[in-house]
C-alpha cells in the first residue's frame, strides 16, 4: 500500500511562485507513473500534470504548461510541482496521485494541499 502526502500549498499573490512536495512510502516509487490534479471549489478535479517513472517524460494540462514544472526525485521518493507566474485561476486543492502502470486510472491518491492565489 502506497500512502501520499502533499505539502507547500499556501496563500501567495498573483504572479508568485510555490512548490508543492509529494512523499511516497510504503512502495517503491521509482517505477510509478506520478500526476498532480486540482480541483477548484465547485468544479471537477482536472489534471495538472504528470511524470514517468525515469522523470524523461512530462505532460502537462495547457493551462500550466510553461509556467508549472513537474520534477521527481526518486532516491528521496519525492515529486515536486514548481509553480511559477501564479494566477488567481491556479486556486485549488492541489493532489498528488500515482499508479504503477503507465496508463490506467490512477490507484494512490494524497489528501490534498491547499493552493490560494489572491489578485
Known amino acids: 500500500q502506497v500512502q501520499l502526502v502533499e505539502s507547500g500549498g499556501g496563500l501567495v499573490q498573483a504572479g508568485g511562485s510555490l512548490r508543492l512536495s509529494c512523499v511516497a512510502s510504503?512502495?517503491?516509487?521509482?517505477?510509478?507513473?506520478m500526476a498532480w490534479f486540482r480541483q477548484a471549489p465547485g468544479k471537477e478535479r482536472e489534471f495538472v500534470a504528470a511524470i514517468r517513472w525515469s522523470g524523461a517524460t512530462t505532460i502537462y494540462d495547457d493551462s500550466v504548461a510553461g509556467r508549472f514544472t513537474i520534477f521527481r526525485d526518486n532516491a528521496r521518493n519525492t515529486m515536486y510541482l514548481q509553480m511559477n507566474s501564479l494566477k488567481p485561476e491556479d486556486t485549488a486543492v492541489y493532489y498528488c496521485a500515482g499508479r504503477p502502470t503507465l496508463s490506467g486510472p490512477y490507484a494512490y491518491w494524497g489528501q490534498g494541499t491547499q493552493v490560494t492565489v489572491s489578485s
Open positions: 510504503g512502495h517503491t516509487f521509482s517505477g510509478y507513473t
